[in-house]
């Protein structure tokens, strides 16, 4: 095709400018695909790059050796507190199936759990943490499954009210989701209800028998509403416990051969590249890792450093925080009463509280984080560790 | 038509590369001006060669080399140095180059879209990047690309060829 010559610096003009408007769409709404496969094809290229810079920097500004401020603290801890809070008293002719949450969406009543049919797991057992009774398993996948919450819309829980002379009485509640809590619009005699009367949860007859023993508690009555308006209404106020969030315990009467389902995790060596990000500064911590794993969380001295924003092949950037700055993603321990707070909780509580983290979105749960008023951790040079969970989600 | 001299702008570009963290490690180092559009801006002429190729390969390459010290994805540094290419000769088209004044207000503007896109990034990624610093950027690019390019100087160490 003959083109004059200006057309042929226009046409080239504008064939640029295609590209930089794709680039353009590309940089602001990023296709991580796309991202994705960029970064895994030029990282193991950049990372000789990187590691010679990392050389130049420590060469000319040497990092200082990390002093910890807090004592450290075994990441089990929070899983062993949450195990000693949350297990149900034993049954006879039933165990209590401990099973890791991957993710809750407490609004609508839902808690999706890192088991399914690999851990023989069936639709309608219920689900307990310590004595009180969440809910039941509603839906089971391979590896993972679904549990809706008395509070989830058109959930219909069974429950047994006892009022302050002792008598009990019969009812049924609805969930709301996000309207609010588990309303009681029948109940067998609503004479003597009152605000603050316990209410325990009432086995289905199709449910093994020596479930009705365990007098799960479910919550309390609250009225809500007006009276004289004619829209009350008697709800039960039983908020998920924070534990809850790590781990459930489902009643099973025949198990497989583990008790435990616990996410694997894969950790691995890795070595510090660089501590600061040339562009966006301090904060940062560029981390090669021998094998090619896609991780989560950078582990140091068992304290973790950071959580994974880019991995580039076998390197990729952390950003590093100070352990306050984990906020929504991390759960205190109260060492003395063993409560686990969230954080509007322990934010403004003094002394610090010990940090844990939360877990899903791939972070293990109850790593150790640092006390809340701790600054963020430089990793050393080496021995640093990096933790992968199971990708559970994405397993189905 | 004078184009990039890639044999000189690389290894300067590598250099760079390697002291760039401790460049943004330096006092009031956040507002200090991104090192690999500056390099660009003075590598590439005004006005742009008729043939995009060379610019286009310094983009990319520059690019990368910034992602290799960055968190910030390789596509907003493209994008961003594509468009300050861009803006910068639609500016230089329209204004003059013998004030000085009116180099800077080219230079600043060409350093708006990688601020803006890094901004957009870093707010993705957690760490906002401050107003003031962005600003910062931007003036810096500004200033330096106006001393730096002066019509006085006729020769250049990053390009070759007659303007």
């Known amino acids: ?396 | 038509m004078s184009t990039p001299r890639l044999r000189v702008v690389l290894p300067v570009a590598v250099i760079l590369t390697l002291f760039s963290p401790l460049f943004r490690q330096l006092p009031g180092g956040a507002g200090l001006p991104d090192l690999w559009l500056l390099l660009l801006l003075l590598a590439v002429p005004v006005p742009a060669p008729d043939s995009w190729r060379r610019p286009m390969q310094l983009v990319f390459v520059l690019g990368l080399l910034r992602c290799s010290v960055s968190v910030i994805s390789p596509f907003v540094a493209w994008a961003g140095f594509g468009a300050a290419l861009f803006v910068r000769e639609a500016l230089s088209r329209r204004l003059s180059e013998y004030r000085f004044s009116l180099r800077l207000l080219t230079g600043f503007c060409a350093a708006i879209p990688l601020v803006v896109l890094d901004r957009l990034a870093a707010e993705r990624l957690g760490t906002p990047l401050a107003p003031m610093d962005a600003l910062l950027r931007c003036l810096w690019v500004g200033v330096l690309v106006a001393v730096f390019t002066r019509p006085q100087l006729k020769s250049h160490a990053f390009t070759r060829g007659k303007s």
């Open chain 1, 1 to 396: 095709m003959f083109l004059l010559p200006g057309a042929e610096r226009y046409r080239r003009v504008m064939v640029c400018s295609g590209i930089v408007v794709v680039l353009l769409v590309q940089a602001v709404v990023p296709w991580q695909p796309l991202e994705d496969r960029c970064n895994l094809f030029f990282g193991p290229l950049l990372r000789p790059l990187t590691a010679v810079s990392a050389t130049v920097v420590e060469f000319v500004a040497p990092t200082p050796e990390p002093v910890s401020t807090s004592q450290a603290l075994e990441s089990s801890v929070l899983v062993a507190m949450e195990r000693r809070l949350g297990k149900p008293q034993p049954l006879p002719g039933m165990e209590w199936l401990e099973v890791p949450v991957l993710a809750v969406e407490a609004a609508v009543g839902r808690i999706t759990l890192a088991a399914g049919e690999d851990f023989h797991l069936g639709v309608g057992q219920i689900v307990a943490y310590g004595n009180q009774f969440l809910g039941r398993v509603s839906r089971v996948q391979l590896h993972q499954a679904t549990v809706e919450l008395v509070t989830a819309p058109n959930v219909r829980t069974g429950v047994l009210l006892t009022d302050s002379a002792g008598a009990t009485t019969r009812g049924i509640s609805l969930g709301r989701g996000r309207a609010g809590p588990a309303v009681l619009p029948w109940l067998q005699s609503s004479d003597q209800i009152t605000a603050g009367l316990v209410l325990t949860w009432r086995p289905r007859p199709l449910d093994p028998p020596h479930l009705g023993a365990a007098h799960l508690f479910l919550g309390v009555t609250r009225q809500e509403g007006e009276v004289q308006r004619g829209n009350a209404a008697w709800v039960i106020e039983g908020p998920l416990p924070a534990g809850a969030e790590g781990r459930l315990y489902i009643a099973a009467s025949a198990v497989g051969e583990r008790l435990v389902a616990e996410p694997l995790q894969v950790r691995t060596l890795a070595q510090r590249l660089l501590l600061d990000d040339a562009v966006l500064g301090a904060g940062w911590c560029a981390v090669a890792a021998s094998a090619a794993i896609a991780p989560t969380v950078l582990l140091d001295g068992g304290q973790v450093g950071g959580w994974c924003s880019s991995w580039r092949g076998n390197w990729g950037w952390f950003r590093r925080v100070a352990p306050a700055q984990w906020q929504q993603r991390a759960v205190a321990l109260e060492t003395t009463t063993g409560a686990v707070l969230e954080l509007a909780k322990w934010q403004n509580v003094t002394p610090a509280l010990p940090l844990f983290t939360r877990g899903g979105e791939g972070v293990p749960r109850g790593l150790w984080l640092g006390n809340s008023d701790a600054a963020a951790l430089v990793p050393a040079a080496q021995f640093v560790v990096i933790v992968q969970q199971e990708r559970v989600a994405g397993a189905d």
